[in-house]
């Protein structure tokens, strides 16, 4: 059986522990495991919202790029007044005014190719957003995972700090006891005490180094999972097994999105170096117009316009 101080310590001891695992007091501390991690991060975390903002940005760029083919729509209204000084004549200074209203209407018809390569360029990019994307995924999906089992390791290395210290404390006391019954020299009673002060620095380290973690993991998280005292669970641990390494090879070489990502700037460069030759092309297009104009209203004066230009 252990003696007073013994226990006394050993309580203090487990006090310090559990008071480090819950900051907040002795309240239950809410279980995350790592899928909830991992919805969390994917849910919040700001890179990833930055990217799948790019991705509809490059979606808007495609929708934009399309428009040239649809007709082209543009309706106008006015009003001008206007003077003329007849001082050749003393007839003073006439005064009129003019209204105007219209709709005009502009449609591509072809351009040598230029408009569809344009269009390809921005579907391009918008292939590269995407790959961007995945890639920005898989990576957090990475960070998290590593992240997660860092929390974890310095939550072991933690407690193995503070049992250490126990354990130097009892030596420390044994070596005290037997000085003072003249069985140790004062060396031993030294060396005891150098030892508890490394223990001790070294749990301010694991501590130290625990915290890290935890901020480093809330920070792909973008914040604290829960709004309370949480704890990381341990997943089961298991071994996967060993996969020829030459089909993960072409694996990798058709499913990693950075080697997507690489092939679609490709292609986008190429649909611009196509749009640059292509610009140096005549285009052809269809407009029509009709306009309404004259003094008062309602205006008497029609007039309409269609024809076809080549630029």
């Known amino acids: 059986m252990k003696s007073t101080p013994e226990l006394h310590r050993h309580i203090i001891s487990v006090f310090l522990i559990l008071f480090f695992m819950f900051p907040a007091g002795l309240q239950a501390a809410e279980s995350i495991d790592l899928n909830q991690a991992l919805g969390i991060a994917l849910a919040r975390n700001p890179s990833l919202a930055a990217s799948r903002s790019e991705v509809d940005a490059a979606r808007a760029g495609v929708t934009q790029a399309k428009a040239v083919y649809y007709p082209q729509v543009r309706a106008s209204a006015g009003y001008d007044r206007t003077g003329v000084d007849l001082e050749s004549t003393d007839g003073g200074t006439v005064t009129t005014g003019n209204y105007a209203a219209g709709v005009s209407v502009s449609q591509y018809l072809f351009d040598f190719g230029k408009s569809p390569a344009e269009v390809e360029k921005t579907r391009q990019a918008l292939r590269v957003s995407e790959k961007d994307l995945t890639t920005v995924e898989k990576t957090l999906v990475r960070d998290m995972e590593q992240a997660y089992f860092e929390v974890l390791k310095n939550q072991q290395l933690v407690a193995v700090s503070q049992e250490n210290l126990e354990v130097r404390q009892q030596l420390l006391d044994q070596a005290r006891a037997h000085y003072d019954q003249g069985m140790r020299p004062r060396i031993d009673v030294t060396r005891a005490e150098a030892e508890v002060s490394q223990a001790r620095l070294d749990l301010v380290t694991s501590r130290f180094g625990l915290q890290e973690a935890t901020i480093a993991l809330e ?93």
């Open 219 to 311: 920070r792909l998280l973008g914040g604290p999972p829960v709004s309370g005292a949480y704890e990381l669970t341990d997943p089961a641990q298991g071994t996967a097994p060993l996969a020829d390494l030459n089909r993960l090879l072409q694996l990798a070489l058709a499913e990693r999105s950075e080697i997507a990502a690489l092939e679609a700037q490709i292609a986008a460069a190429q649909a611009s170096s196509l749009v640059a030759r292509r610009s140096a092309y005549p285009s052809l297009n269809a407009s029509g117009s009709y306009t309404y104009d004259g003094e008062e209203v309602p205006m008497e004066d029609h007039r309409w316009q269609a024809g076809v230009s080549l630029d």
